[in-house]
């Protein structure tokens, strides 16, 4: 099959779990012989790389602005995709479901994944939410299929819009990483730091995690990994703390991040909106023990195989940090349920099976 990637940054994958998706569907998918592209935004992806581990790059400019960089990026792909002979175009975010309906006009599938409910994010205005809101809409009828990563998702969309969609989870690796260059340039331990990775917006949650280590009686390290555009006042306010053991790293990427995974006591994740999370399925799949904010996506993917606290109790979250810093006696075992899940549910190769079955039942319809 002739297949093409786009609403996302691009790859490498550098960013967030949209682009690392792409890369590691793509080069399954380009492995088994389907010719893949995979279209880049050029403030993100090297203009002059054309190929990337059997993926084709199209790198293409953008308006790098909060509101449009997405949307814009993505409008210009589908036009430059035109008359390229792509049998399937597979569209990220839900906001890009506006421009799913041009590919089939040359009898091209598109097959759309909305990832979690963007517009409760806090970042956008009123207007940003009430084109998200118009996009869920859209995205119920204008593409071929709809995807979703999360059953919470998938019933969201059945309840509000009657909908249906096809339910294809987010993927990771079980994995080990014996290497630890990282941890000696930030100066922590092996197991005697506590994880927390997110883009650093107010709906994940950095703060409560935060206010709550404050409280922990430890010498163990929190380590704040991220960054985010446009949240430059709310990452300020996290920098605040007076606790010498809370280190801000920035956003750290490739073998560095894998080495915090792999050799961290706890991984902490807070986040409220979206569906299955990239970086909690990584921490699973390197057999971290898990600490989660309550959601029904975040319960979904842990089952029994991490700690699920409201974190809006801090009294909660003391409690559970603390355990786990005295030494929580069954951490050992809550680290093998973690890795037995992603093995059994979140594999790479079996998701992508289930996109290529998809691409292939649209293309013979």
């Known amino acids: 099959m002739k297949i093409a990637i786009m609403g996302i940054r691009g790859v490498p994958a550098n960013y967030g779990g949209f682009e690392t998706f792409a890369e590691e569907m793509g080069w399954r998918l380009a492995a088994r012989g389907h010719a893949v592209t995979v279209y880049g935004r050029s403030h993100y992806v090297d203009p002059h790389l054309e190929s990337y581990h059997g993926i084709r790059l199209r790198v293409l400019p953008s308006l790098r602005t909060k509101y449009l960089d997405t949307v814009a990026h993505t409008a210009l792909s589908v036009i430059d995709s035109l008359g390229r002979g792509f049998e399937c175009i597979l569209i990220c975010n839900a906001a890009n479901a506006v421009f799913s309906w041009i590919p089939s006009l040359g009898g091209t599938k598109v097959v ?50 009657h909908a249906e969609s096809y339910l294809i989870p987010y993927g990771a690796a079980v994995d080990t990483t014996a290497s630890d260059g990282v941890l000696s340039r930030l100066n922590v331990e092996p197991r005697k730091y506590f994880l927390y990775v997110s883009r650093l917006e107010p709906e994940n949650n950095a703060h409560l995690v935060i206010q709550a280590f404050e409280r922990v009686k430890t010498d163990l390290k929190l380590l704040i990994v991220g960054d985010a555009p446009y949240s430059e006042e709310y990452i300020r306010e996290l920098k605040t703390t007076a606790s010498k053991n809370i280190l801000f ?117």
Request: aromatic fraction near 8%; hydrophobic fraction near 40%; charged fraction near 25%.
């Open 249 to 365: 790293t920035g956003a750290i990427y490739g073998t560095g991040y894998h080495e915090l995974q792999a050799h961290a006591l706890c991984y902490l994740h807070a986040t409220e909106v979206g569906g299955a999370h990239p970086a909690l399925l990584e921490a699973m799949g390197h057999g971290n023990v898990v600490i989660v904010h309550d959601t029904p996506e975040n319960r979904e993917v842990v089952g029994d195989a991490g700690i699920i606290i409201d974190m809006h109790d801090e009294a909660a979250l003391v409690k559970g940090l603390q355990e786990l810093a005295s030494g929580l006696s069954n951490k050992d075992r809550l680290r093998t349920l973690a890795k037995d899940r992603v093995e059994s549910f979140y594999s790479w190769d079996a998701i992508t099976t289930q996109y290529e079955k998809l691409f292939d039942s649209l293309i013979e319809n």
């Open 112 to 161: 759309l994944n909305v990832d979690g409910l963007e517009r409760k994010r806090k970042k956008w205005n009123v207007l940003g939410r009430s084109v998200y809101r118009i996009s869920e809409w859209l995205a119920t009828w204008l593409p071929s299929a709809m995807v979703t990563d999360a059953a919470a998702i998938r019933d969201y969309y059945r309840a509000r819009y």
